[in-house]
C-alpha cells in the first residue's frame, strides 16, 4: 500500500508507531503541529477527574467505539492538551469499553526526586566566595542549573552591596544630633514631627559624563552591533556641575507654585582657539571644563551664580525669613562664617545662611539621595558629542525633572533620618518604601513625617 504523502516542512510520521483510533492520524498531526505553531501552550497532566470527563465526552461522541475525524481534536482543544494525550485515554479504555478505569497510573512520589540542598551551609561560606552562581555552587558542591532555579523560586536573593563611608562614634552622634535638628521644637516630646524644610537649598557637586563605559542595547537579530570607540576609557570627557534645589511647592489644589529648582551651573570657561582646525578657525570661543575646583572657585559660583538665583526664584512672602543652603564638609567648600559670602548673602533683603551637613553623610542630602542619580538616568538619553552638546543634556535633564518626585525626596529624606535614629547614628540601614506615589495619587501624601516619641528619647538618652 503506498504511504500517503505529508507535507515537507512536517516531521515524517511513517516511522513512529501510532495508536490506530479509526481517525485520519495524519490530518490531526497536521492539525497538532498547526497548533504548536501558534505557540498555544498546552498542559502537561491531566488529573483523574478531568481524564474520567475526556473519557465521558468521548463515549458520548463515538459511534460504535469508532470516533469521527475532528473528535479527538475537539476534545484536545475543549481540554487544552495534546492530541496524543487523547489518543492516549481512549486506548487505556480498549477503545471504549464500558466501565474502563482511565486513571493515571503515577504514585504519589513519581517522577524525578529534587536535589536537596542544604542552605544553612551557605551562611559559613565567605562573602568573596559568593558573589556568583556558579562561585556558590562550586562552595555547596551542586550543580549552578540547579542552584539557579532555586534563585528563581526565591530560596536565595541577589543582593548589590555598596561601600559605604566608614563612621566614628563622633560621626554617629554628629548625624543623630542633625536629625534631632530637623524636628519641631513645639513637637518634642509629646508628638514629634519633622520640618517643612522649606527653606533649606541642597547644593553639591557632581561629575557628568559624555558617555558611559558599558552601555547596553536592544536590536533585532539582524542589526550590527554598535561599535563605540574613544582615545581611552579612562578619560572620558567630563564636566562637573554645581547643582541647587529646593523643596517644591503646592497650593491647595496640587498646583505647583514653586519648583524648588535654582539652578544647576557648569564649572567650565570660554577661551579663544588657539590654532585652526577642521572645526574651528583661529580665535573661535571653545569652552573648556574646570578641571581643579578650589574654594575661590566654589566662592565665586556660590556668590556670582547660587545666590542671584536663589533671591531671583524665592518666592516673594518667604523673602525675609532666613533660608539655609546646606553643603557637605568637602575641603573646597567656603566656611559658613565666610566675610564676602556674608556679606553678599546678606543683601537685598535675604537672610542667607550656609550650614554644613554632617561627615561623612550624602544620605543627608537630598542630591546624593536620588536627584543626581534620576537627572543623570535622564541626561544618558540624549548622545552628546561636544562639551556643549553635554552642557544642554545636563541643562534639559534638570528641568525636565517632575518636582513631584523632587518632593518625594525630601520625604525620603526625613524616612532615612528616622531610621537613622533607630541605629543609633549608623549608616547600616535599609531606605523604607512608604508607597509615595500610591498617597499621592489618593491626596494622601503628608508634607512632612512623624516619628515615635519613645525613639526620640531614646536618642536623647544615648545622647546625653
Not at 576609557?233 to 523643596?247: C, G, T, Y
Not at 532615612?416 to 509615595?436: A, W
Request: aromatic letters at 8%; charged letters at 25%.
Amino acid at each position: 500500500m503506498e504511504t500517503p504523502s505529508v507535507e515537507t516542512n512536517l516531521p515524517n510520521f511513517r516511522h513512529f508507531h501510532l495508536p490506530d483510533l479509526n481517525v485520519d492520524i495524519t490530518r490531526e498531526n497536521i492539525v497538532e503541529a498547526q497548533a504548536a505553531s501558534t505557540g498555544i501552550r498546552k498542559k502537561k497532566n491531566l488529573t483523574n477527574n478531568e481524564r474520567q470527563a475526556v473519557y465521558t465526552m468521548l463515549q458520548q461522541k463515538s459511534n460504535n467505539g469508532r470516533l469521527g475525524k475532528e473528535v479527538t481534536r475537539l476534545v484536545a482543544s475543549q481540554f487544552s492538551v495534546s492530541m496524543r494525550t487523547i489518543q492516549r485515554i481512549w486506548k487505556q479504555t480498549d477503545y471504549g469499553r464500558a466501565h474502563a478505569n482511565v486513571h493515571h497510573r503515577k504514585t504519589k512520589n513519581c517522577g524525578r526526586k529534587r536535589v536537596e540542598i542544604d542552605f544553612e551551609r551557605i551562611r559559613g561560606i565567605p562573602l568573596h566566595r559568593r558573589t556568583t552562581i556558579r562561585s556558590l555552587a562550586c562552595s555547596l558542591q551542586t550543580k549552578k542549573s540547579t542552584l539557579f532555579r532555586r534563585f528563581k523560586s526565591g530560596e536565595i536573593r541577589r543582593h548589590s552591596n555598596a561601600i559605604k563611608p566608614f563612621l566614628k562614634e563622633e560621626n554617629k552622634k554628629v548625624r543623630l544630633q542633625f536629625c534631632i535638628s530637623m524636628l519641631e521644637r513645639d513637637s518634642i516630646p509629646h508628638d514629634p514631627s519633622f520640618i517643612g524644610m522649606y527653606n533649606f537649598v541642597h547644593i553639591d557637586e557632581k561629575w557628568f559624563y559624555m558617555t558611559k563605559k558599558m552601555n547596553r542595547y536592544y536590536l533585532l537579530p539582524d542589526e550590527e552591533d554598535p561599535l563605540r570607540t574613544c582615545k581611552s576609557k579612562n578619560f572620558i570627557a567630563k564636566v562637573m556641575f554645581l547643582a541647587a534645589i529646593a523643596r517644591p511647592r503646592f497650593d491647595a489644589h496640587g498646583n505647583e507654585t514653586f519648583s524648588g529648582k535654582i539652578g544647576v551651573f557648569p564649572f567650565v570657561t570660554h577661551e579663544p582657539a588657539k590654532r585652526t582646525s577642521v572645526n574651528r578657525v583661529a580665535g573661535t570661543l571653545e569652552t573648556k571644563p574646570i578641571t581643579s575646583v578650589n574654594k575661590e572657585v566654589i566662592r565665586s559660583y556660590l556668590i556670582e551664580k547660587v545666590l542671584p538665583a536663589i533671591k531671583e526664584k524665592w518666592p516673594r512672602e518667604d523673602a525675609g525669613r532666613p533660608i539655609f543652603i546646606q553643603q557637605d564638609n568637602a575641603r573646597t567648600h567656603v566656611d559658613r562664617n565666610d566675610e564676602l559670602f556674608c556679606r553678599a548673602a546678606s543683601q537685598d533683603g535675604f537672610d542667607i545662611r550656609l550650614i554644613s551637613q554632617p561627615p561623612n553623610s550624602p544620605d543627608l542630602n537630598i542630591l546624593d539621595l536620588g536627584f543626581f542619580s534620576a537627572i543623570q538616568s535622564l541626561q544618558y538619553k540624549e548622545p552628546a558629542k561636544t562639551v556643549d552638546e553635554l552642557l544642554a543634556a545636563v541643562q534639559r535633564s534638570f528641568q525636565a525633572f517632575p518636582s513631584t518626585k523632587s518632593n518625594r525626596i525630601f520625604l525620603t529624606l526625613q524616612s532615612c533620618m528616622i531610621e537613622i535614629m533607630k541605629v543609633k547614628g549608623s549608616n547600616k540601614y535599609k531606605i523604607p518604601h512608604i508607597k509615595k506615589a500610591m498617597m499621592e495619587r489618593v491626596g494622601q501624601l503628608p508634607t512632612h513625617l512623624k516619628c515615635d516619641s519613645e525613639l526620640v528619647q531614646e536618642v536623647f538618652n544615648y545622647l546625653s
